[in-house]
């Protein structure tokens, strides 16, 4: 009687590859989900400390300015609404001359305007008071010195009060949005 070898081949069954297929999809479909969302994660954070920055350089200028000044150039409304001015002019309190700034929101940034009032009629641009009337009655017209960028990414800005004047800032970038809000006493206004 002759003996046949018999050969097994060894291997995977269909069963066993398609069970060890799934599982590596699966543990590749969770690492890469835990990776964008930390750079997700991340990307949020850069934002986040980027907008902080921006509205902690806006407010500190403003404030610092504003509780420098003796006089409030607009009407700002006494307490928060629906829809607070977004721009705010009062004098500069460190300026020898009698000059003004202005802070408004100009297509999502912050600007900071220099300006001072004067007559039309007199040549030598004397600076007066915002709201100071000629001679024949007519107002003063103004004159920008500087006007500068100070902050970015801003969607809202608000002021309301006097002489404590409030200031609401709303900064956006992409998805993530910043609401800041302070109160800053003018020293000088009575």
């Known amino acids: 009687m002759i003996k046949k070898d018999k050969k097994y081949l060894t291997g995977f069954t269909m069963m066993e590859t398609l069970l060890a297929v799934g599982i590596g ?22 934002l ?15 404030s610092r300015e504003i509780r420098q000044t003796s006089e409030i150039a607009v009407t700002l409304p006494a307490e928060e609404e629906e829809s ?15 000059d003004y700034i202005r802070y408004y929101l100009n297509n999502g940034d912050l600007k900071r305007e220099e300006r001072f009032y004067y007559f039309e009629s007199d040549a030598e641009k004397n600076h ?4 100071a009337i000629g001679e024949s009655g007519e107002s003063p ?3 920008t010195v500087k006007d500068q960028v100070i902050a970015e990414n801003l969607s809202n800005l608000g ?4 002489p404590l004047v409030h200031i609401r800032l709303i900064l956006s970038k992409l998805d993530v949005n910043l609401h800041l809000a302070t109160a800053v006493l003018g020293r000088g206004i009575d």
């Open 25 to 46: 999809a699966t543990i590749i479909a969770v690492a890469g989900s835990i990776y964008f969302m930390g750079v997700k994660t991340y990307r949020i954070k850069n």
């Open 128 to 131: 007066v008071i915002c709201g």
């Open 48 to 62: 986040s400390a980027e907008l902080v920055q921006n509205g902690r350089i806006a407010m500190d200028r403003m």
């Open 84 to 98: 607070l001015p977004d721009e705010i002019i009062f004098r500069d309190g460190h300026a020898e001359d009698i």
């Open 159 to 162: 002021f309301f009060g006097e």
């Open 141 to 143: 017209i103004w004159d």
